[in-house]
Nanobody
């Protein structure tokens, strides 16, 4: 099993910034992919950004250029720096882990609310 603990969500004004963190623990494989998904009310869960162990990353078009995903492999932690936040970024953000033998795991989610 892999446990994921998220932090960093909260209330932010439009145009503001927020950094999410997710620490993985348990039966972590060296080679893995971690990332962030989000789910807004009434919508399906969608990819925000993912990053593999080598640092290669992919972003959703909606956050490209405004967000940066990075990781500290020594701490098994992935971060999502979000800038220029918009109302439509409001969602529950879920940390994601995948490795070939362990499969996929999800965090419990952290709420991000963009509001004036």
């Amino acid at each position: 099993q892999v446990q994921l603990v998220e932090s960093g969500g909260g209330l932010v004004q439009p145009g503001g910034s927020l950094r999410l963190s997710c620490a993985a623990s348990g039966s972590i494989e060296t080679v893995n992919t971690m990332g962030w998904y989000r789910q807004a009310p009434g919508k399906q869960r969608e990819l925000v950004a993912i990053i593999n162990i080598a640092g290669s990353s992919n972003y959703a078009d909606s956050v490209q250029g405004r967000s940066t995903i990075f990781r500290d492999n020594t701490k098994n932690t992935v971060y999502l720096q979000m800038n220029s936040l918009k109302f439509e970024d409001t969602a529950v953000y879920y940390c994601y882990y995948w490795s070939i033998r362990r499969g996929e795991f999800w965090g419990q989610g952290t709420q991000v609310t963009v509001s004036s």
